[in-house]
Nanobody, 121 residues
Framework: QVQLVESGGGLVQAGGSLRLSCAAS????????MGWFRQAPGKEREFVAA????????DYADSVKGRFTISRDNAKNTVYLQMNSLKPEDTAVYYC??????????????WGQGTQVTVSS
């Protein structure tokens, strides 16, 4: 079982930055692909970014390319999402996710509880 705990959400003005963190409980974190998803009110959950087990492969939704950066520190069992140039439309609950297979990361097997990000205009 993989437990994921997100942190770093909050309220920020448009154009600002936030960094989300996701701490994983399991020692096999270093072999898992990790991802970030988000869900805005009244909308379906959507993919944001993913990173493979060693960090040499990443993927981003078109809506966040060039603004968001996913990274990981396997020594700390933590994955990050650096969010710059935030827009009001980035407002959502952000979820960390994990799967054993990078190919399946857009339909991951494990989810965190989510952290709220609110961007004011």
């Amino acid at each position: 079982q993989v437990q994921l705990v997100e942190s770093g959400g909050g309220l920020v003005q448009a154009g600002g930055s936030l960094r989300l963190s996701c701490a994983a409980s399991r020692r096999t974190f270093a072999t898992n692909a990790m991802g970030w998803f988000r869900q805005a009110p009244g909308k379906e959950r959507e993919f944001v970014a993913a990173i493979n087990y060693n960090g040499d492969s990443t993927d981003y939704a078109d809506s966040v390319k060039g603004r968001f950066t996913i990274s990981r520190d396997n020594a700390k069992n933590t994955v990050y999402l650096q969010m710059n140039s935030l827009k009001p439309e980035d407002t959502a609950v952000y979820y960390c996710a994990s799967d054993f297979d990078y190919v399946r990361i857009k339909r991951p097997g494990y989810w965190g509880q989510g952290t709220q990000v609110t961007v004011s205009s």
